[in-house]
């Protein structure tokens, strides 16, 4: 089993998307095992996307991360990574395929809802980064053999 971070972005709590969002990973049958509001510092921003740091748009994407909290999720299922970054559909929300949650609801490169981590590599970073041992939960799935039988 693995586990990924996703961030529901400020533009994501503004449009009342955050239940929608919540609900899809859900209903899709990941499983919730970290869930939480925090405002994000300019040193976690720093660090979470260190690869933009340089590039002309990083202040404005900070600030943007920076306009309201975000909801930060730890989400765990059979290669829920790459499942996950499916879901989310690709960084330009436009282009984004339709059924995605880039695709259905955004307009926007920097506004695009959400950020899902984009490796197990990185995932095993920024779960750590955005959560404690102790934020993060295991318990029974009761409906487990039925989301993945067989797997
Ligand atoms: P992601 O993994 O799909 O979120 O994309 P990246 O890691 O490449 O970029 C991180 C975030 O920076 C994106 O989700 C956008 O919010 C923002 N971003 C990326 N490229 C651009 C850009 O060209 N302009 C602006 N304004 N923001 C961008
Ligand atoms: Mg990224």
New binding site residues.
């Given amino acids: 089993m693995e586990r990924t971070l996703v961030l529901l972005?400020p533009d994501a709590i503004q449009r009342d998307l955050v239940g929608e969002i919540l609900s899809r990973f859900e209903r899709k049958g990941l499983k919730i095992v970290g869930l939480k509001m925090m405002q994000l510092s300019d040193e976690l921003l720093n660090e979470h996307?260190s690869?933009?740091v340089g590039?002309d748009?990083?202040p404005?994407?900070k600030s943007?991360?920076q306009l309201t909290p975000v909801i930060a999720l730890c989400l765990e299922g059979t290669d829920c990574v790459n499942t996950v970054r499916a879901l989310?559909g690709?960084?330009?929300a436009r282009e984004a395929a339709p059924g995605t949650i880039?695709g259905e609801f955004g307009m926007?490169?920097?506004?695009?809802l959400?950020?899902?981590s984009?490796s197990l590599e990185t995932a095993q970073v920024e779960v750590p980064r955005f959560f404690k041992a102790e934020e993060l939960f295991e318990y029974p799935d009761a409906l487990i053999n039925y989301v993945y039988s067989a797997r």
Wanted: aromatic share 16%; with cysteine.
């Fill in positions: 972005k996307y690869h933009l590039r748009f990083f404005e994407v943007f991360m989310c690709v960084t330009k880039r926007s490169v920097q506004a695009n959400i950020h899902c984009d």
